[in-house]
């Protein structure tokens, strides 16, 4: 079991930058991976960024180039940094962590909005 609590989420102009923080309520290291997801009005969730315990990761390629996703397991901290945002980029992010078991928990998700 784990909390996650997402933060860091705002309103930028297109071009800016916003770092997303994922805090869990334990200790990451164990954990399979860690993921941000994103959900866009009338549209599915999508995975934009993974990292594994083993520090491996995965960018959808709409966000390659622009997002970061890093982890700071002294902290139990996931984070995400994006830049050169763009309108399309507007959803709800959420936090996931997925374990071996393929159990995942969500956290309540952060509202980023990008304007033209």
């Known amino acids: 079991q784990v909390q996650l609590v997402e933060s860091g989420g705002g309103l930028v102009q297109a071009g800016g930058s916003l770092r997303l923080s994922c805090q869990a309520s334990?200790?990451?290291?164990?954990?399979?991976?860690m993921g941000w997801y994103r959900q866009a009005p009338g549209k599915q969730r999508e995975l934009v960024a993974r990292?594994?315990?083993?520090?491996?990761?995965y960018y959808a390629d709409a966000v390659k180039g622009r997002f970061i996703i890093s982890r700071v397991n002294v902290n139990n901290t996931v984070y995400l940094q994006m830049k050169n945002l763009k309108p399309e980029d507007t959803a709800i992010y959420y936090c996931?962590?997925?374990?071996?078991?393929?159990?995942?928990?969500w956290g309540q998700g952060t509202q980023v909005t990008v304007s033209s």
């Open positions: 996931a962590a997925v374990f071996v078991t393929a159990v995942v928990h």
């Open positions: 990292i594994t315990k083993g520090d491996s990761t």
């Open positions: 334990r200790s990451i290291d164990s954990i399979n991976s």
